[in-house]
């Protein structure tokens, strides 16, 4: 990895991830992880990094787009100095005005990570010491998802999240009647919008004696979604629908669990007055991941220990990654995170 100084206050480094497990969305052989960091240092030369991470398919952007977006406005970042919890004008006037949502993401990720190691985030600020996790299982054959589910139980996990499709459906729901699941066990299914309306109404019925928190996306289009909420039969979560449906729409049907990838959304503490509304609304917020190395899945975090209520965050994804950049690498399969622990965590190479 080779750093980029834009300038005496902002670099940035790009960095290709090796992955364990090909992912179906990403270029080529779905092996490589293509992220970006950038550092921003304080008056002392200390950098504090944050990452830039767009999803190939799901974002409007790509890596070049952000760096190229940093370039243009990397004279006009303020200073670090003085940061605090809300941020000041200068700042909030200056992130509503990057266009870039990852890079966006990543600037604040840097904030955070300035708040975070100089102290500025007291006890009034972050609000738990641990953050609950859920454990990842992809679609599989029935007994290939009931091995995941065993497995991640054992390893602790309360909150299992399963990804479902149209042929995958069946078999996970054979393979969570099957599975011996401890008594405060919390499924989520993501569907991703695969299923039709009719196709998910006649599904419903099945998930009734399933410990189901939530569905994330069940059908293909969210003008389905009012419908499926006012009737009851299965808690229904947000994700896709919170970029392209205002959030007054999706919080007058009733949603009551919304997903949030900050990556994608565009932010982190950007994100808390959005926070805010979804919880005086009734709803609570899920933080989730987008494939991004542990800088990211740290800052993703530490913003959960920040939040007044936060149900077990996505952040599962770090068992795709091979090699990470930070030192030490991220919790990889553990159920409960120790913010101290994740604010002490540098960036692979960077100061201690």
Known sequence: MREIVLNERISFIRASLTLTTPLSFLPGDGTRRDVALVAIRDQKGTSYHGEIAPLPGLSVETVEDSLSELDSIAFSIPPLEGLSIPLSPIWTHFLRAVHCPSLRCGIEGAILDYLARTGALTNSCVKHPTVECNGLILAGDEQAILQEITRRTELGFRTLKIKISPLSVESTLRALRTA???????????????????????????????????????????????????????????????????????????????????????????LLPLISLIERNGAYVTLSSSFESGVGLRSLAILAAMMDRCGPIGVDTAAFLREDLTEPHFPRSTPDLLIPDLISMRVFGGER
């Not at 405060?184 to 998910?200: G, Q, V």
């Not at 189901?212 to 003008?223: G, K, L, S, W």
């Open 180 to 270: 011996n699941l401890p008594a405060n066990s919390r499924i989520r299914l993501d569907a991703n919008r695969a299923f039709t309306a009719n196709d998910w109404s006649a599904i419903e019925t099945d998930l009734a004696p399933l410990p189901i928190e939530y569905v994330e996306e069940p059908v293909t289009t969210p003008e389905g979604l009012p419908a499926i909420i006012s009737r009851g039969r299965t808690p229904i979560a947000i994700d896709e629908t919170t970029r392209d449906t205002a959030p007054e729409e999706w919080l007058r049907w009733g949603v009551r669990a919304v997903v949030l990838k900050p990556s994608l959304t565009g932010g982190l503490l950007s």
